[in-house]
């Protein structure tokens, strides 16, 4: 569905502070995914989405939706975005409407619905959101709490109807409870509606657990791609570049490092609890 | 051990337009003994950043009293002195930076307390050293990364010798290598120089080498003890908007199950070990 081909982008070419954050960047991301990017900070991770609905030009290279250069001029940008959304990090300092209905109205307002449509997809966006829509509509953004400003800001998104979401770090800054609530809430959008989801974070255990896929960037480089269990079976390679592992990863592969014959691809706890259960009774080992 | 911290009955009011608008902390003692590392968790709202705030004299209290090392945040005249032994570190580490150069942002704050200059060079030097970044000397701190910018916060703190951390929510905007520097950082600072340390979080996973936890909910303490007391105990986490770290959750399911596994084993070696 998204097409990345030979992708570099380089900022302020020409200049003394000219920096290539992506070099010779070449993926692939198919309908109904949940691909996870991964990355330092500054490895290129939040360049690269914002080439994904066409915010940044490449300096050389494409972007392909459904087999189409977004590029060459044959395409409506603006059609574009609506089908490929962007949530940036900290999206409530975005909000700035009166009420929560103008601000989730605004980005459909701009594609010219009629006003019972643009109701329609306000409650749809709310909704989505576990916001109710009557007790929500008319309250200022800025009377919420943080995380029901994320979720005011994320229904925006919603309200345009996408087939892609692209979310940058989603859950930063926000308490476990908002985190959990959040991440649950975009799991539905994923399963239940269907939407392609494309999740930029720096948390390994909620990445390892959600994605089908992961791209992993290091200095403005894709150096490791695949599921996560192949990902993170190159603990060397992950630690090199910045990152760690999921805790429970690492913990399966010190136990297999130690001699016990036991899986290393599972990322939630009930999984891995199993399985630690299943090898120390199942006859694989007589201890404990 | 002596109280380096000890808030007595202490209530904090938000006004708006001379009324009370919100009760942010409700009748709140708590005492923290010199040395201790403690971590400070509950959801947004819980009064955590407000509780904060009251430990540096940025704040008073509205009833109650807050003491620090013997002195009352509450006298006008105490407050400096306060302020040079409390350190505070926020979560954006691009606020905290005053200065073009690393060497004179840690510089600032001694400067104002009117140290003399050679005492200033030895200083910034020691405090460099003590966060790792004395190769970056003479480097412009934007260009810093994140974790490296919010190691130059702490040092810019310790430099003025204070005898306690307060840090709020230092790793919520860092990623994993930046989030490790400043945990070891703080840790060292606690271990070796014996910073009393109040860190407010919301991973869970960083409270575990704290020797205490104390919860808040809706401006009151509802939990203070060890962190195996806190994650295994019978108050629900999930109620108070928390959550149980990954591994702790997983000891629950072996336990559960009959596997023999030390309420203490908090960390992923632990874990190993009694496993192999």
């Given at each position: 569905m998204l097409e990345v081909k030979n992708l570099s982008h380089v900022y302020m070419p020409g200049t003394p502070f000219q920096v290539e954050a992506l070099k010779e960047i070449s993926l692939k991301i198919e309908k109904g995914e949940f691909v996870g990017i991964i990355g330092e900070t500054g490895s290129g991770k939040s360049t690269l989405v914002q080439h994904l609905n066409g915010l940044l030009r490449p300096t050389s290279g494409d972007v392909l939706l459904d087999g189409c250069s977004i590029w060459s001029g044959k395409v409506n940008m603006r059609a574009i975005r609506s089908r490929v959304a962007l949530l940036f990090q900290y999206p409530e300092h975005q909000l700035f409407e009166e009420t929560v209905y103008k601000d989730v109205a605004f980005g459909p307002r701009n594609l010219g619905l009629d006003e019972k449509e643009l109701q329609k997809r306000v409650r749809y966006g709310l909704e989505q959101m576990e916001l109710d829509y009557e007790s929500y509509k008319d309250r200022s953004p800025f009377s919420l709490s943080g995380g029901e400003k994320r979720r005011v800001a994320m229904a925006g998104i919603l309200a345009m109807k996408p087939e892609v979401i692209i979310l940058d770090e989603p859950t930063a800054g926000l308490d476990p409870a908002g985190r959990r609530q959040l991440l649950a809430l975009i799991e539905k959008l994923h399963s239940e509606e269907k939407l392609t989801v494309i999740m930029v974070t720096h948390n390994m255990d909620e990445v390892s657990r959600l994605a089908n896929r992961l791209f992993v960037f290091s200095a403005g480089r894709l150096v490791l791609q695949g599921e996560p269990a192949v990902v993170f079976n190159s603990p060397q390679k992950i630690k090199e570049i910045g990152l760690e592992l999921p805790v429970l990863s690492e913990l399966l592969l010190k136990l297999k490092d130690s001699g016990k014959n036991i899986r290393t691809d599972l990322f939630t706890v009930e999984e891995v609890g199993k399985e630690i259960l299943e090898y120390f009774r199942g006859g694989r080992s007589c201890k404990v | 051990m002596s109280n380096i911290l000890e808030l007595k009955n202490v209530s904090f009011d938000y006004f708006l337009n001379g009324e009370t608008a919100l009760r942010a902390l409700d009748d709140i003692s708590l005492t923290i003994k010199k040395g201790e590392y403690i971590a400070l968790i509950g959801s947004n709202g819980s009064g955590k950043s407000t509780l904060a705030r009251l430990l540096n004299a940025i704040l008073v209290p509205t009833s109650g009293e807050v003491w620090v090392d013997g002195l009352l945040t509450s006298r006008e005249e105490h407050r400096w002195e306060i302020r040079r032994r409390v350190g505070m570190v926020f979560q954006n580490p691009d606020n905290q930076i005053v200065a073009t150069t690393v060497e004179e942002d840690v510089a600032f704050g001694l400067e104002n307390l009117g140290i003399d200059s050679s005492q200033i060079s030895r200083r910034v030097t020691e405090a460099l050293e003590r966060v790792g970044l004395s190769s970056f000397r003479h480097h412009a701190p934007h260009l810093l990364s994140g974790g490296q910018k919010q190691r130059l916060a702490i040092a810019g703190i310790i430099a003025m010798r204070p005898r306690c951390l307060v840090l709020d929510e230092?790793?919520?905007?860092?990623?994993p290598r930046g989030r490790r520097e400043v945990l070891d950082t703080i840790q060292r600072m606690n271990r070796q120089e014996g910073v009393t340390v109040v860190h407010i979080t919301h991973f869970m996973e960083e409270t575990l080498e704290a020797d205490r936890i104390v919860t808040m909910d809706r401006g009151k303490i509802v939990q203070n003890g060890k962190p195996e007391e806190i994650f295994n105990g019978e108050t629900d986490l999930y109620q108070l908007g928390l959550e149980i770290p990954v591994l702790l959750r997983l000891n629950r399911i072996l336990r559960s199950e009959g596997l023999d596994i030390p309420a203490n084993i908090l960390n992923l070696n632990d874990l190993v070990n009694i496993l192999c």
């Open positions: - | 230092p790793t919520a905007m860092l990623d």
